[in-house]
């Protein structure tokens, strides 16, 4: 009877973990630390996570392998990571963090730059290949997968030959900096929207707008 009740506890707690798992979430932005990135095209994930946070009311603390802090959605524990390893090792923090705290790789949604898009135009995807972008190149290589949910926030390509990596490390041009508090706005709403709807209804919704 004992060894009955005991196998009947083990079962149920063991869904209730499963179930709290299904509830948390894991948003990286992918940039690179140092005051000299901050305000760069290709830091765009760690900003659109800044600009989460101050809408929240939230700040980040500095833990193992990048800046964290978590934000609470219906039910729902969403933590937002700005990992520390530069960007050619996000894939190292990410991989941490999804361990750390038991977060399934469908719960997980990795903000990067895109040159391939105009300035920008929102473009979510379930999968897809790194594109030459290191910081997508590692962290498929460390989740041993292609198959994750990312967030490519175009920043255009008005650059010349051999000028690429001078214009993603440039700071945004007047223009650019005007229109990006609307971007940030949007970018709050589809993160939330990914936790509350999940990313089929989210790319529907927000994919090119």
Partial sequence: ????????????????????????????GLGNIGDEYANTRHNIG?????????????????????????????GRSILLLKPSTYM???????????????IPLENLLVITDDINLPFGTIRVKTKGSDGGHNGLKDT????????????????????????????????????????????FTKATDLIKSFVLSGIYRTMNQYNNS
């Fill in 46 to 74: 760690f900003k659109i996570l800044d600009e989460t946070a101050k809408a929240e009311g939230l700040t980040f603390e500095t833990q193992k392998l990048g800046d964290v802090t978590t934000l609470k959605v219906k």
């Fill in 88 to 102: 050619n090792r996000s894939g190292k923090a990410i991989k941490y963090w999804m361990e750390k705290e038991k």
């Fill in 140 to 183: 498929q290589t460390s989740l041993e997968t292609t198959n994750y949910n990312r967030f490519r926030f175009g920043v255009g390509a008005d650059f010349g030959q051999g000028k690429q990596v001078d214009y993603v490390l440039g700071e945004w041009n007047e223009d650019e900096q005007k229109a990006l508090p609307e971007r």
């Fill in 1 to 28: 009877m004992f060894g009955l009740f005991k196998s009947f506890f083990t079962k149920n707690k063991t869904l209730l973990e499963e179930a709290d798992t299904m509830k948390k979430f894991l948003v990286v």
